[in-house]
């Protein structure tokens, strides 16, 4: 590994700008990484190498005009989900095994014209099922910080490829946690932002009205770096609506003092690891030190947010994956695996007359309460403060055969997906060898708060130059 492995979006920039290296000479650093972990981790299911090398070889060509874009020679790993011209999808199932789409995601071509080196395709639960990892049917992703434990997940292979200081920055999705809870358990930066912020087109859906399309950097201010190039209304997608996007680097260093923050008591709840728990209570007392107002708050449906968000979003996803019929990519629906056939099977179930006002509509108005929270919470305060996970990693096969308690490590998670509002999960130290973090969440389009109060943080603490391979 070599220094430019440490590198953010930032510093490799400026060393490509300053000519120190070549991107050429910074791609080769990150798939040499790659080389030596991948076989470990499992975090890449494609490695990009030969277009890779061309992408970087034209980002020189451009800086050796004087030619500057935003990501301008920047290795970027893309979730395995985000449809790709002419590079293999799976969504990490045997259903798409072999299949090339014939076009770019919209966040794909956003970010190749910000000149982005697309370095590989990584790992995911099959379909985005799951929060460790382990669903994939290309095999498990290992946790770089101890390789006996989940990575989280479904974005596993993304936050590996950052934390493991394989990729510098990689897009993944968030539907219920995707994004924040595999951050959380691999030091790395999540972001989810809000509905509709960022384009769903050419991504594999898995719950539509759920699904948020966000990254993982290793820091708050590249997360914010990459926002710029990804956000905005697309036309081939109804749901991102002409909301202003601001260039979200702008608000990073402004002062928090008289910040509200609230911190909603469902969310510190019994059966919470107490070290998680401290390690949270402990960066909440930063906000405090540096003048925010902290506020006890209730968001007193939350209890009912699990059961809403599997009767939702197994709903969407039977609809959803009804569309992969063996006909046209090739393999049959008995290629499936067990978690997608158990979403499609409760999907249709509770979609089915007869059960349809019993379960689906019901939870479309809990739906409604839970938003209710939230708006009710924003009259009080600016920003929520939550754990993102009530526990640590858990050891590989721990909880494989026990669909509920998996469900359930999406706890804190699931209630910004049902409600749409953005979470950023940023590193707060370690617990017993492993990364924890927190979520900061906002009102709908108010990431540049997010950005400010996890980049102040950050700015006292830097756990993110914490990597797996130094201690
Ligand atoms: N763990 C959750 C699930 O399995 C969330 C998945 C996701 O956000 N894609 O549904």
């Given at each position: 590994?070599?220094?430019?492995?440490n590198?953010?979006i930032?510093?490799?920039?400026e060393?490509?700008l300053?000519?120190?290296?070549?991107?050429?000479?910074l791609?080769?650093a990150?798939?040499?990484q790659?080389?030596?972990?991948?076989?470990?981790?499992?975090a890449?299911?494609?490695?990009?190498?030969?277009e890779a090398?061309?992408?970087?070889?034209?980002?020189?060509?451009l800086?050796s005009?004087?030619?500057d874009?935003?990501l301008?020679?920047?290795?970027?790993?893309?979730?395995?989900?985000?449809?790709?011209?002419?590079?293999?999808?799976?969504?990490?199932?045997n259903?798409?095994?072999g299949?090339?789409?014939?076009?770019d995601?919209?966040?794909?071509?956003?970010?190749?014209e910000?000149?982005?080196?697309?370095?590989?395709?990584?790992?995911?639960?099959?379909?985005?099922?799951?929060?460790?990892?382990?669903?994939?049917?290309?095999g498990?992703t290992?946790?770089?910080?101890?390789?006996?434990?989940?990575?989280?997940?479904?974005?596993?292979?993304?936050?590996?490829?950052?934390?493991?200081?394989m990729?510098?920055?990689?897009?993944?999705?968030?539907?219920?946690?995707?994004?924040?809870?595999?951050?959380?358990?691999?030091n790395?930066?999540?972001?989810?932002?809000?509905y509709?912020?960022?384009?769903?087109?050419?991504?594999?859906?898995?719950?539509?009205?759920?699904?948020?399309?966000?990254h993982?950097?290793?820091?708050?201010?590249?997360?914010?770096?990459?926002?710029?190039?990804?956000?905005?209304?697309?036309?081939?997608?109804?749901?991102?609506?002409?909301?202003?996007?601001?260039?979200?680097?702008?608000?990073?260093?402004?002062?928090i003092?008289?910040?509200?923050?609230?911190?909603?008591?469902?969310?510190?709840?019994?059966?919470?690891?107490?070290?998680?728990?401290?390690?949270i209570?402990?960066?909440?007392?930063?906000y405090?030190?540096?003048?925010?107002?902290?506020?006890?708050?209730?968001?007193?449906?939350?209890?009912?947010?699990?059961?809403?968000?599997?009767i939702?979003?197994?709903?969407?996803?039977?609809?959803?994956?009804?569309?992969?019929?063996?006909?046209?990519?090739?393999?049959?629906?008995?290629?499936?695996?067990?978690?997608?056939?158990?979403?499609?099977?409760l999907g249709?179930?509770?979609?089915s007359?007869?059960?349809?006002?019993?379960?689906?509509k019901?939870?479309?108005?809990?739906?409604t309460?839970?938003?209710?929270?939230?708006?009710?919470?924003?009259?009080?305060?600016?920003?929520?403060?939550?754990?993102v996970?009530?526990?640590l990693?858990?050891?590989?096969?721990?909880?494989?055969?026990?669909?509920?308690?998996?469900?359930?490590?999406?706890?804190f998670?699931?209630?910004?997906?049902?409600?749409?509002?953005?979470?950023?999960?940023?590193?707060?130290?370690?617990?017993?060898?492993?990364?924890?973090?927190?979520?900061?969440?906002?009102?709908?389009?108010?990431?540049?708060l997010l950005?400010?109060?996890?980049?102040?943080?950050?700015q006292?603490?830097?756990?993110?130059?914490?990597?797996?391979y130094?201690?």
């Open positions: 590994m070599t220094s430019h492995n590198l953010t930032k510093k490799a920039r060393g490509l300053k000519k120190d290296f070549s991107a050429v000479e791609l080769n990150y798939l040499e790659i080389e030596r972990k991948n076989s470990e981790l499992n890449f299911i494609t490695v990009c190498k030969s090398l061309e992408q970087a070889k034209h980002a020189d060509k800086l005009e004087g030619q874009l935003p301008l020679g920047i290795p970027i790993a893309l979730k395995d989900i985000y449809s790709t011209k002419g590079i293999q999808t799976t969504a990490g199932s259903v798409l095994k299949y090339i789409p014939p076009f995601a919209t966040v794909v071509a956003r970010l190749k910000a000149g982005a080196v697309i370095i590989g395709k990584t790992n995911l639960d099959a379909w985005a099922h799951g929060s460790s990892g382990e669903n994939s049917d290309f498990p290992k946790n770089p910080w101890n390789t006996d434990f989940v990575p989280g997940g479904s974005s596993s292979g993304s936050a590996v490829s950052v934390s493991a200081q990729a510098i920055a990689a897009t993944g999705t968030d539907t219920g946690g995707s994004i924040r809870l595999p951050a959380s358990f691999t790395t930066v999540g972001l989810k932002p809000t509709g912020r960022v384009s769903r087109y050419g991504i594999v859906a898995m719950a539509s009205s759920l699904d948020s399309i966000g993982f950097t290793k820091n708050v201010e590249d997360s914010a770096l990459f926002l710029n190039v990804t956000a905005g209304n697309d036309p081939l997608d109804g749901t991102t609506p002409t909301v202003e996007v601001p260039d979200y680097t702008k608000k990073l260093d402004k002062d003092k008289g910040i509200r923050i609230g911190i909603p008591k469902e969310y510190f709840i019994a059966g919470m690891d107490p070290k998680v728990r401290e390690n209570e402990k960066a909440i007392k930063f405090e030190e540096n003048g925010c107002k902290i506020e006890q708050i209730s968001l007193p449906h939350t209890e009912y947010a699990i059961a809403t968000y599997y939702i979003q197994p709903a969407e996803v039977s609809s959803n994956l009804a569309r992969y019929d063996g006909i046209r990519y090739g393999n049959k629906r008995k290629t499936f695996g067990e978690e997608a056939k158990r979403r499609i099977m249709t179930f509770t979609l007359v007869g059960y349809y006002d019993a379960y689906y019901k939870a479309l108005k809990v739906r309460l839970l938003i209710k929270d939230f708006e009710e919470a924003f009259k009080k305060v600016d920003a929520i403060i939550a754990p996970s009530p526990t990693p858990w050891k590989i096969g721990e909880k494989a055969n026990d669909p509920l308690s998996m469900y359930l490590s999406d706890v998670t699931v209630t910004a997906n049902i409600t749409g509002h953005p979470g950023l999960s940023i590193p707060t130290g370690f617990v017993d060898g492993f990364p924890v973090g927190m979520q900061i969440i906002g009102p709908h389009f108010k990431e540049e950005f400010n109060l996890g980049h102040r943080y950050e006292e603490h830097k756990w993110f130059e914490r990597n797996p130094e201690t």
